[in-house]
């Protein structure tokens, strides 16, 4: 409407029908999948899995539980949920529960509604305000979701048996809206007892008080596995009247995970851009997939995908201090930059419970190790440079420092016959992509690196950490 009613008596005229939250959203789901549009904006890997169950418990009117594994959007899809609201909605002017106008359930809207009638003032609330939201903790009480007697309001004089003393929880103040509880089996069990009156009857009840409200709401939540850990567990008859269980997951393919680190991590840095060869994205990828199976992380916790994209900044960043120090104008990632990872993956995958505290570096270490060679098996073969392990079975050592610039480094590596003739076809091959001809010897320093470390990973020459520098060969 051009002109929103102000007033009760302009909204009877203007043809306004109430309808409940979950119609409305129904409607409004309906109107978008008609037009074809993008439901969920910047959520990638879901279109064929977890949108269509998310679509069917919208169309359905049911409440719904997203239940998946850490990082895996669960939050950010439920408050992506209000774009199927509708844009305003009509309340009446001062009710802490969004009562509608029409049809007021507080006792303040109630007696001015009486008081006054279609001079009764009413204000539009947007979409945003009609979501909230609450993380469980083990602290939550009854009187943070539903209400308490608000003591102040009896001293000044208000009887404790009239509603006027009552304050509202953030259940009743999501009436006509969302509201999303976090972390559901953090919430202890005799709270989510509470629930089932909201989630049935669609009611709540205030300490006693006779007055009930029947609530337009519609509940979502989020939790992991109930096998998680010992925290704590979603009671049964609260989940079953939940109607829809989202099953989330993590990134069903190397691609797609890159290509959400890619719009997630944080790489335009000023003064310094930083050129990322697509390999190296592959194996911080890898890196975190391989986590995700590894017998020695506990998969019931789950590796998230912030993992990869702290890994990516991670190595962003050690590519952007290698160009300052040696004063380029850009930097490209090396596999070198790889190990630095460890700082960014600590604390982001938990331990099996016969792993002590201190083998998280080694295995975060090996992961990486493992996923340089799978990037690099995918593409290329150790028999391909039988000249460069011939030289280092010669005896033959080779000293690079990591932050060496480009051409010093290409350098080191120019008594390996034949090696930087290689070096250059693969680079062809391996980074196609690159953005300009100033970036190529850098570019062609990170795949040298990348095929010493998959002849490293396939046991044909020896590689080992001194000083800083990384020493190839006996």
């Not at 009486?114 to 009609?130: I, K, L, M």
């Not at 919430?187 to 006693?208: A, H, T, W, Y």
């Not at 939940?242 to 840095?269: D, F, M, N």
């Not at 016959?417 to 300009?436: K, M, N, Y």
Request: negative net charge.
């Amino acid at each position: 409407m051009s002109h929103r009613p102000s007033t009760l008596g302009e909204l009877k005229e203007s043809g306004y029908q109430p309808v409940s939250v979950k119609t409305e959203m129904r409607r409004n789901l309906i109107h978008r999948l008609k037009d074809r549009e993008e439901l969920f904006p910047g959520i990638l890997g879901y279109d064929e899995t977890v949108i269509p169950q998310v679509v069917n418990g919208i169309l359905a009117k049911h409440d719904m539980l997203f239940l998946g594994l850490r990082g895996q959007g669960k939050t950010r899809m439920l408050r992506m949920l209000n774009q199927f609201l509708d844009e305003a909605i009509p309340v009446v002017e001062g009710s802490e529960i969004h009562d509608d106008p029409m049809s007021p359930l507080s006792k303040y809207s109630r007696d001015l509604v009486n008081e006054r009638g279609d001079e009764t003032p009413v204000v539009w609330v947007g979409r945003e305000d009609r979501y909230l939201e609450k993380l469980a903790t083990p602290d939550v009480t009854i009187a943070d979701l539903i209400g308490e007697v608000d003591l102040i309001k009896h001293a000044e004089g208000r009887h404790l048996s009239s509603e006027d003393v009552m304050h509202f929880g953030l259940i009743p103040r999501a009436h006509r809206g969302i509201f999303c509880m976090n972390e559901l089996p953090d919430l202890s069990p005799k709270i989510q007892v509470g629930l089932f009156n909201v989630l049935e009857e669609r009611d709540i009840q205030i300490r006693g008080f006779t007055v009930r409200l029947p609530l337009d709401i519609c509940m979502v939540f989020s939790a992991n596995p109930e096998d998680y850990t010992n925290r704590g567990r979603i009671v049964t008859p609260l989940k079953d009247r939940i109607g829809t269980v989202v099953r989330t997951h993590y990134p069903l393919e190397r691609e797609l995970g890159i290509q959400i680190l890619e719009e997630e991590a944080w790489t335009q840095r000023d003064g310094h851009p930083v050129f990322v060869p697509h390999f190296i994205k592959e194996i911080v990828e890898e890196t975190s997939r391989l986590a995700r199976t590894s017998p020695h992380v506990n998969q019931a916790s789950g590796v998230s995908v912030r993992m990869s994209i702290s890994n990516f900044e991670t190595i962003v960043s050690h590519a952007e201090q290698r160009a300052l120090r040696n004063g380029d104008s850009f930097a490209v990632a090396r596999v070198s930059d790889l190990y630095w990872m460890a700082a960014s993956s600590r604390g982001k995958i938990e331990l099996g419970l016969s792993e002590d505290t201190g083998d998280e570096d080694i295995l975060i270490l090996r992961l990486i190790e493992e996923a340089v060679k799978n990037v690099f098996d995918q593409s290329l073969s150790p028999k391909r440079f039988s000249n460069v392990v011939e030289f280092f079975n010669s005896g033959n050592q080779v000293k690079l420092d990591p932050d060496l610039d480009a051409e010093q480094f290409l350098n080191e590596l120019g008594q390996v016959r034949g090696f930087h003739d290689q070096v250059r076809q693969i680079t062809r091959e391996l980074a196609p992509e690159v953005p300009s001809e100033e970036m190529n010897s850098q570019v062609e320093a990170a795949v040298a690196e990348l095929i010493l470390d998959g002849l490293y990973a396939h046991n044909r020459l020896n590689r080992r950490l001194n000083f800083g520098q990384f020493v190839y060969g006996d």
